[in-house]
Structures are given as C-alpha cells and as structure tokens.
C-alpha cells in the first residue's frame, strides 16, 4: 500500500522559512513524478512545483525565486524549501504523487504565516 506522508509546516512570521517534507512508501519513489500543491482558505488546490525522477524540479512564477523543490531518491523524500514566506502563503501543502497513471496525495500539511 502506497503512503504519501507530508511534514514540516507550522506557525512562521512573515519572512521566516521553512522546509516540507513528503515521505512516499511502497517502492515506487524512484520511478515517480513528485509534486507539491497548495490550498488556500476558501480557494481551488494549486500547482506550486513539480521534479522529475531524474532530479530536474521547477516551480511556478508566482513562487520562483523563494521556493525550491528538490528529492532524495535514497529517503524516498521530496522537499519544498520556502523562504521569505508571507501572509498569502498561507494554506495547507500537499504532496502528489504521480507513479505511470496512478496519482496518490498525502494528507496535507498546515503553513500558516502570521506576525
């Protein structure tokens, strides 16, 4: 059975960082496109960033330039760094796992930034 499990996210003031993680189980990682999406109160699931299995990653405009996704095939792992956080990145993070045509989601992951 595939688990996707999201951690990381938490209170952080405007500026601060921090670095989700998304631990895939079952032995499909290495193989998998991973990304990271988020949902804003009262607002449609976006796409914020996407890595291939071979390392290459890319994010979004909206985000480019304080987010990095990155993955560490050996810890079946796939991170979301984000810095210079602010109020509007509020939401709740998920991983997507998207494994041939099959597509697992962890459970989420709260980031709430606030002074």
């Known amino acids: 059975q595939i688990q996707v499990v999201e951690s990381g996210g938490g209170l952080v003031q405007p500026g601060g960082s921090l670095r989700l993680s998304c631990v895939v189980s079952?032995?499909?990682?290495?193989?998998?496109?991973m990304h990271w999406h988020r949902q804003a109160p009262g607002k449609q699931r976006v796409l914020l960033a996407t890595i291939g299995s071979g390392g290459k990653g890319n994010v979004v405009d909206s985000v480019k330039g304080r987010f990095i996704i990155s993955r560490d095939n050996a810890k079946s792992t796939v991170y979301l760094q984000m810095n210079n956080l602010k109020p509007e990145d509020t939401a709740i993070y998920y991983c997507n796992v998207l494994f041939f045509a099959n597509n697992y989601w962890g459970q989420g992951t709260q980031v709430t930034v606030s002074s």
């Open positions: 079952g032995d499909i990682f290495n193989a998998s496109v």
